[in-house]
């Protein structure tokens, strides 16, 4: 069993960045797809950004294009979404997900991730 713990939500202006991680416990996640999702009061959860095994391949939303990279660090475990130029509407619960299948490509993480974090807030102040 895998648990996503994500972390580096916060609050922030309007403008202003934050980072978040996402790391496992338990598993490697060197050979799996990873993404994030975000879930805004009273709306439902969507899709922000996704990554494959190795880094070379990512999506991201037609909302965050330009503002948001996700990465990863295979040697540390470790997916990270760099949000910069925040937004008010970005606020809201942010969720690490991966794809645990072993293929490692984004098309089979956007088909349904089998893992999710438990989420971290992030609030962006006009």
């Known amino acids: 069993q895998v648990q996503l713990v994500e972390s580096g939500g916060g609050l922030v202006q309007a403008g202003g960045s934050l980072r978040l991680s996402c790391a496992p416990s338990?598993?490697?996640?060197?050979?799996?797809?990873m993404g994030w999702f975000r879930q805004a009061p009273g709306k439902e959860r969507e899709f922000v950004a996704a990554i494959n095994w190795s880094g070379g391949s990512t999506l991201y939303a037609n909302s965050v294009k330009g503002r948001f990279t996700i990465s990863r660090d295979n040697a540390k475990n470790t997916v990270y979404l760099e949000m910069n130029n925040l937004e008010p509407e970005d606020t809201a619960v942010y969720y690490c997900?991966?794809?645990?299948?072993?293929?490692?490509?984004?098309?089979?993480?956007?088909?349904?991730?089998?893992?999710w974090g438990q989420g971290t807030q992030v609030t962006v102040s006009s």
């Open positions: 997900a991966a794809d645990s299948t072993g293929v490692g490509s984004i098309g089979r993480f956007m088909e349904g991730p089998d893992y």
């Open positions: 338990g598993r490697t996640l060197s050979s799996y797809a």
